[in-house]
């Protein structure tokens, strides 16, 4: 095998894709230059019903056919045709190469192909009248049976097995045990490809069939024969019922392609259409029949005498008929050729205006140079692909026999194609033939010849192709269905990748070779005459001129350059019948490729380079503007770059656009192409390849080159052909690999490895074509999946790899990197330590060396791939690999970091309401990188939950392996530098509630991960907690300050409440820690005891609202009774509002009093005014709402609700105006003096922890003070009579706790003084009484103070 030249990895699948396409472009071209017969017979307008045109050859070189080689029949076989016996026969077996000779009872079979040998039969008494040979049924003979060879006898017809050997070329007969007697001579025996045969019956005339089955039935034999011609009856009853036609059927044809058997009678010239029915049966429908073939073709004639004597009922009758494929014509199914030589072109297609299906269309008379040598009635003829070849009878024996043929003038049939447009698509053309063509054309012109050949012509025949080597079957018009088959008629596109058409003409005495000489062949004899010419000093006839104006530049320049490289089907060997044979192990399908003719090669070579031409630009627009090249203008490339795309089509054509894969029996996928053929057509692409590196300075431009003294439109042609030659030279060099590719799947058995890949896979495969693997990047993917199927079929056979990849890297490079066989070498390390000891330092040395070949090669390694691997290390259990290589592969294959741009949320956005083209795609890439990344993160992290926990892979192994297994798994995640590994990380430890993990860790990405968006009540809790562990309580306060304030997170006002009392508390550690000396927090601390303090008020007036709604009845019902629009419950239990929020939007609005006193104590709110209004308010609102409780309630809700304030607000200098409280309450105490207790009011601000002292400031101050009520001698003897009282309680207390600081700031000089003016100033009835208690108070504090 060839070693194909390595491809650079950097060769973009773009410059293969636009190679490709021109590619395609040429085969869709190539499909339509040539038209389907029906097509081509007529000219534009349908008027030609019949056509004589022929061209006139320029010179020898033109003529269609050469004798290639005569073989002399076997001296030992000529030596018995001399016995003369009673009984002979001869004929063609082409199948097989070979050819019989029957005399009497034996029959010899001659394999032409080998020389002079042949094989002799025997073995039965019967002269032999006739043998042909086809096909078997399925499941009746041994497998090794390809053929059966059908003899027919005087008394019997008997069937023999047949086999060749692919590779020795030896041939076997088998006994079948199968014969019928017979009770005609039987002759024209044909068969279809399932197996059915048909014959004549020499004398009756009858059509047969020849049934045969495995075994006898009760009302059937093993093998039969069956009257088709009569009724049932005749065969049950056959000698009782003889019956003879009158008309003899003398001819059979089958069509296997359209399942038609047509038949001959030799007595009117009738011709019947017969349908086979389905596969498999012994269906025989009558489907048409031309009853007299001479009447019906008389209206198509011109009518003249020369036209019409070719009907003379005399001499008329048909010598052959002959099946058209379909890849000839869709239309056309038979020619007949007639003794006089017409052709006569028959149709089994109904015209639209109801012509009868099976009819004649088209008539073609014979070259006028056989008219004009009078050569007589044809014996034998012969058609294949548009060639037709005819030999002529002799009265007597001669030495030899004329022969005549005619071939298509490709040349004018091309141009005829390639004129402007003058006729509708559609039209109608001869006989009601559909016309797709819609060009205007001259009816078909042939070229003819005349020759001889050795002896009396026994039997013409076709030299078959193999399957495997012509082109695939199918539809051969891209008119049709989109097929890119050209027509049988196009030997232009299909002469460089099968064998020349051929003919076997048998004579008595020679076997002669007639080849239907191809255009490249013409080309190659005008070089060789032109080069005597030259030699011999005689001016040159042109040929070459000639020729390129009757195929164009770019024809010409495609066939010089196949027999430049040397095209293995252009060689002599290609001629042989070996290389026509449908044998796939033969050596047809291994051509030899080094038989290059130099001399030939360098005559095409240097009229190759000489007739290219240059480049041209055709311009569009101005050159240097802002447009695009191709706005600009149009490269017309030369002739080198346009014959190179087509030669380079046509070689690749066979192949390129099939499935590269097809269904074998067993319904499993297996190559759709041999490896034989396969070779075929990679070792022409080699000759090529090596042709152009021989010749690379003509076909590759420098720089420098293409800007030498040329314009600049010149320099703009010359670039554009030297990308176009450049990508198809990157094409060429990447088909040859993926040949080799697929060679080398066959050598490990195809059908297997698809079979172990995925369904997604098997699917994929099933609809590659070889384009798709060339050029296309899923087409790449599915051969690295592939190989990674074989690869691991090594793997698991413990077979190692060194072989493979190194053979991979020699003939397909760019199919198998180097990181590919990194790949697969750390592969087959996982695998030694698979069979190491668990602990052993060579199991970790494989598996470390592993690692490190698949991080060397990540860039190649696919998802799954990695997946795959990923659980190998799990399995080996070394958490080291199962968690860094996927992490190593999300970096690699993300390196512009672009899955760290992506956001989910933002990015959905885009890509629905963006229409900017750029900004979509790039988030497009954006995501898909993310994507990646996460499938990767995830492989790693379900390796670390595996280790972590200790499940299956790491079950059997005892605590402490366990606990390394774990620690490991958990260092090599942590000491990860992928920022976005880090972020998922953390957030999977979330998922799985390992929060303490993610406290004790420290790693430079935790702090940002926590603190980045989406922000989460979760990760901020986590945090705060993180920044505790670490001692930075500071740093923790501020997050739980963030997180209270905030918005964004739906937490509840406790929580928020929470979180500041929390954040106090950290932020006064702080104060004490060490950290204290870098960082200071004293302002934070204020800040953050003044929003807890808020808080805590917005959490009672909460409460309050709560409990309002509950009183009130509802919400709407407190709306109604409060004083303006309030801020509703949702609000304020949402966030954290602002002092002037919580009294402007609840306590204003809907009257909480209180928290009033809390607002303005807690603000430091400064309103005289405002705060005793509230007082009074507070007083009013206890009295009027107890007032039905008389003054006991009045007075003890008054109590207790001063007392909670006090409580709550004392010393607050702006909620607590100890001065007008005390003046309030002495009021209400004055005015209810006979229902209260003496002393009432300073009583109870004492419960109300207010400082005795103040009290005696505020009492003091009020009976100074003389404010009303307190103006008159009796509210100043009750005042005087509160005082003391309240200095008798504060004196004796004092005393009861004895307590040196209370002693010491009691203010005992201010006390006696004042006791001195009070008592003095006493007056009235209740004067005495308390004149009393101000000297017994008056007498403690001298005692004790």
Known sequence: MPVSTKLSASVPIADLESAGKVINEHIKADASRVPELDVALVATGGTNTTSASYSDAPSDAWSPFVCRKTLQLPPALLDELNVVPQSCGMGLLPEIHCAYISMNNQLYLWDYAAGSEFLRYEEQPHNITSVALVRPKSGIFIDSIEWILVIATKATVLLLGLSKDATTGEIKLYQTDMSVQVESDMDNVVGTQDGRVFMTGTEDGNMYELLYQVEEGWFSKRIRLNNLTIGSLQNILPSLFGYKQTDKIVNLAVDDERGFLYSYTQA????????????????????????????????????????????????????????????????????????????????????????????????????????????????????????????????????????????????????AQSTPTAQAPGMMGGGGIYNPYPVPRPPLSEYSDIFNCPGTPWAMKVMPKAPSISSPGGTGSIWVTGSTNPTALNSLATQFTEPPDQFLILSNVALTFVVRKRTTDTLKTILESELGAAMAGVPSQGGLSIFTENFGREETCAQLLALAAGNCFLSNEAYEPAAY???????????????????????????????????????????????????QGQVIFSGRREGLALYMTRLLRPIWNEKITASNEAGRQDAAFSDHSLSNVQRNLNLLQEFLNANQHSFNYSVGELALNRPSTAQEAWKGEAISMGQLQDLLSQTIEAINFILFLIDYKISDVIASCDKATQDAVARLTYCDLVTTKPGRDIARALLNAVINQQLMYHIGLDAISETLQQRCGSFCSPDDVMQYKAMENLRRAKDLPPSSRERQACMAEALRLFEKGISNMSLQALGDVVAEFRELKWPTGAVELPLRCAVAWDPENLALEWRPSEHHAIQHHSSHGGLQDRSTMMRGAWEIRMSCYGLALDSLELFNYGESATKDIDYDTLKELREEAWHVALSSSDEAFH????????????????????????????????????????????????????????????????????????KRQEYLQIAVSNARSHAGSELSRQESGVEFLTMAEEHRDVADVQVEIRDEVKSLIVTAGGVTALDAEAEGPWGGLEQLEGSLLTMTQLYQLYADPLRLLPMKLVIFHVSGFHEDGLVRNTWDSIIETVLIQYQSEGLAGQSSALEAEVVKLANRLYPSETAFPLDHIVLKLEAFALEHRQGLQAGWTPRLLVRGNVPQGDIFTSLRTLYDSQVVPFNTRKAIQHLSADIALFLRDWVQDLIRRRSPQSSRDFPADLVDSSIDKYISELSGENAVGTEAIYKEVRSLVRQHF
């Open 268 to 415: 009117n010239a009738s011709l019947t259409q017969w349908g086979l029915g389905r596969h498999g049966t012994n269906q025989l429908t009558h489907l048409g029949t031309i009853h007299s073939l001479s009447q019906d073709i008389l209206p198509l004639l011109p009518d003249n005498p020369t036209a019409r004597k070719f009907v003379n009922k005399d001499n008329f009758g048909v010598v052959g008929m002959h099946v058209v494929p379909v890849i000839e014509s869709r239309a056309i199914c038979l020619v007949a050729v007639t003794f006089s030589g017409l052709r006569i072109y028959i149709t089994s297609t109904r015209s639209s205006y109801g012509a009868s299906g099976f009819r004649v269309v088209h008539i073609r008379f014979p070259p006028p140079r056989t008219e004009a040598a009078a050569l007589g009635d044809i014996a034998q003829s012969s058609y294949t692909n548009g060639s037709y070849l005819c030999a002529y009878s002799a009265e007597a024996v001669q030495d030899s026999t004329p022969v005549a043929g005619a071939v298509v003038d490709l040349g004018k049939l091309i141009k």
């Open 581 to 631: 044979s449908r044998a796939p192990g033969s050596a047809a399908a291994m051509l030899p490729g080094g038989l290059k003719d130099n001399r030939l090669s360098n005559l095409a070579s240097q009229a190759f380079f000489e007739r290219g031409g240059k480049p041209t630009w055709i311009d569009r627009g101005p050159l240097g503007t802002t447009s695009s090249p191709e706005s």
């Open 983 to 1054: 972020s998922r990380l953390y957030d999977w430890c979330m998922e799985k509630n390992l929060t303490d993990v993610l406290l004790s860790v420290r790693t430079p990405f935790i702090e940002s991960h926590f603190s980045s968006p989406p922000l989460s009540l979760e990760k901020l809790e986590l945090l705060w907690q993180y920044h505790v562990k670490g001692g930075q309580h500071l740093r923790a306060a501020q997050v739980l300050f963030e997180l209270a304030k905030t918005s964004e997170l739906p937490i509840s006002l406790n």
